[in-house]
């Protein structure tokens, strides 16, 4: 089973701040990763696929990067409505989708 | 416009049966997706439960394999989770979601609300 570790598990930043998360995978998944962005009281969104393609509706500021075993979810800079909860995914063993364990972006 | 909507008893009694069905509106579910079941247990994290296709196909988490089955009703555009042997671990959000196919693999492009299911005596 491939597990996904994401670091930090919380971020304190500001609005306007750039925000840096990281996924490490335990083996390589290639470039099949997603990134969700979850807020509370609502269902996750796809955010960003196949590590770097942005889900329709996603804005700009947020960029997705890696492949392999480590990859990156870069929000330029913070809007108010960033702050959340994010979780990378990955279906590299098929047919099992894994998530990882989260990192909370909360304002400073 | 793609849409899912969980329902089903919110409070299941240990060591009974979790039932939840997923309504899926603006698309046939006999499109070439696989729809999923994900669940959320308070303030944890996603865990997949398992898919299914049109064609009836299915896929599961290996550690939830032996208690459950996910199947489809295409007449009614539906798909639905069976949970057995439930026990107070199973209390989550529960999320039906569509794993959209690209060619860079398989992703959750449209997810249900979630529907809270407790599992209480």
């Known amino acids: 089973e491939i597990v996904l570790t994401q670091s930090p598990a919380t971020l304190s930043l500001s609005p306007g701040e750039r925000a840096t998360l990281s996924c490490r995978a335990s083996?390589?998944?290639?470039?099949?990763l997603a990134w969700y962005q979850q807020k509370p009281g609502q269902a996750p969104r796809l955010l960003i696929y196949g590590a770097s393609n942005r889900a329709t509706g996603t804005p700009a500021r947020f960029s997705g990067s890696g492949s392999g075993t480590d990859f990156i979810l870069t929000i330029s800079s913070l809007e108010p409505e960033d702050f959340a909860v994010y979780y990378c995914q990955q279906r590299s063993n098929w047919p099992s989708f894994t998530f990882g364990p989260g990192t909370k972006v909360d304002i400073k | 416009q793609v849409q899912l909507q969980e329902s089903g008893p919110g409070l299941v009694k240990p060591s009974g049966t979790l039932s939840l069905t997923c309504a899926v509106s603006g698309v046939s579910i006999r499109s070439s997706n696989w729809w999923s079941w994900v669940r959320q247990s308070p303030g944890k994290g996603l865990e997949w439960i398992g898919e299914v296709y049109y064609s009836g196909s299915t896929n599961y988490n290996p550690s939830l394999k032996s208690r459950v089955i996910i199947s489809v009703d295409q007449s009614n555009n539906q798909f639905s989770l069976k949970m057995y042997s439930v026990t107070a671990a199973d209390t989550a959000v529960y999320y039906c979601a569509r794993d959209l196919f690209t060619t860079s693999g398989y992703y959750m492009d449209v997810w249900g609300k979630g529907t809270t299911v407790t599992v209480s005596s």
């Open positions: 083996q390589s998944v290639s470039s099949y």
